[in-house]
């Protein structure tokens, strides 16, 4: 999985012109079978690959808290939703609320979520690549494939099923 890692960015970034060639096209002309297509790529892709050898997301990135997910996660905790914000979250230049800072605080050393039963929406749908409307967040995709070997992969077949 090291090996495959240390080769991502190079490879998303080799992969970055193409992929965005491709992503305006598909936003301009979006085939009716979209999202069956992505959802079939996704499921095939999260059938062969086990997040816990990898967890680059947890790793290099942090996810946006909602409002819904402060009160979700520190009444897990048992903190007043204020004390989690002040300890673990800071706002960021969109306004939101994310992570003081990366590797994820929640991360334990064998790369399984502390909170993982409560954790944020953006957690639990990360890569993204089963959302309804992919076409909507390919700008999303495009750093997705850079952090998420998963992501990188799906991007590819995705290529290979619906060429445009």
Do not use: W
Not at 49 to 63: I, M, Q, S, V, Y
Not at 91 to 110: A, G, K
Not at 128 to 138: A, G, P, V, W
């Amino acid at each position: 999985m090291n090996t495959i890692l240390n080769n991502l960015p190079k490879e998303a970034k080799d992969k970055h012109i193409e992929n965005k060639k491709y992503f305006d096209k598909l936003k301009k002309k979006t085939p009716k079978n979209l999202d069956y297509v992505m959802q079939d790529l996704h499921d095939a892709e999260f059938k062969k690959t086990d997040c816990l050898t990898c967890a680059n997301c947890c790793k290099t990135t942090g996810p946006l808290f909602t409002d819904a997910d402060i009160e979700r996660v520190s009444k897990y905790l048992r903190q007043k939703p204020q004390q989690f914000i002040e300890q673990y979250l800071r706002i960021d230049e969109d306004r939101d609320y994310v992570l003081q800072s990366v590797p994820c605080t929640f991360l334990d050393n064998e790369n399984a979520c502390m909170i993982y039963d409560v954790r944020p929406k953006a957690c639990r749908e990360f890569p993204h690549t089963d959302r309804k409307k992919f076409q909507q967040i390919t700008d999303l995709t495009l750093k997705n494939v850079a952090i998420c070997p998963a992501a990188f992969n799906i991007v590819e077949e995705m290529k290979k099923k619906l060429p445009l």
